[in-house]
């Protein structure tokens, strides 16, 4: 089982984070995780940093979240970089053999699936996430679950890192060789099992606040 990790940010020209691409990958490490994914916002770091990553013994597969409109959008295993126009656009890079996971879905923000989206698009998505955001008492997540076994969806646990003490909260285990091809075609056949940590109600609410002003100021610091 390789400890994964798909939805990770770190500081780039369109992330303002405190730590470097080098140093999420060292702390993963150390951490014990095999694979994962960088997913900066409209940017891809993979060519940059995969030779750090396999010096660390980390499979690091190329990602990005993009934007569509105000939706956000993991692509795994692409290369590419920039927003997409609308999901015509997406459905010629599936034909490219990209991986695509719908990120916070369901949640109350802007930049997230809802349901009427959900159900016009669920057929090009891999997997849906199952966000780090939530606590014993609030969890948007139960949602997703109840899509995943309706639609027959997989369910991934991912940290969708901005800080790194959040980085080993949420994690999934993937029964898969290590390659790019082995870890996602085990992610469609559901070979996995999730880690999950509810976050403080402190952290939670620190989070929140930081989301909300972040989307009023246009200077994203999650």
């Not at 999901?87 to 997230?112: I, M, N």
Request: net charge positive.
């Amino acid at each position: 089982m390789l400890k994964s990790d798909l939805h990770t940010h770190c500081r780039c020209k369109t992330e303002k984070l405190d730590y470097t691409s080098k140093e999420l990958i060292k702390n993963a490490a150390k951490l014990g995780y095999e694979v994962l994914a960088i997913t900066n916002h409209n940017y891809n770091q993979y060519d940059k940093v995969k030779w750090y990553a396999k010096k660390h013994g980390i499979l690091l597969i190329p990602g990005v979240e993009i934007n569509i409109g105000m939706k956000h959008v993991v692509i795994l295993n692409t290369k590419k970089g920039e927003n997409l126009k609308n999901y015509r656009d997406l459905e010629k890079l599936k034909q490219e053999g990209v991986f695509l996971l719908a990120p916070h879905a369901f949640f109350p923000t802007l930049s997230s699936m809802r349901m009427t989206f959900f159900m016009k698009h669920k057929h090009l998505f891999d997997a849906l996430e199952y966000s780090f955001f939530f606590t014993k008492k609030i969890n948007f997540n139960n949602k997703i679950i109840k899509m995943s076994k309706k639609y027959h969806l997989p369910v991934v646990a991912t940290s969708d890192c901005h800080y790194l003490e959040n980085l080993d909260r949420n994690f999934t285990m993937i029964d898969a060789d290590k390659n790019i091809d082995s870890v996602l075609e085990a992610i469609r056949k559901n070979k996995i099992k999730l880690h999950t940590e509810p976050l403080p109600m402190y952290k939670f609410v620190k989070i929140g606040f930081a989301t909300i002003i972040s989307g009023i100021s246009g200077i994203r610091i999650l």
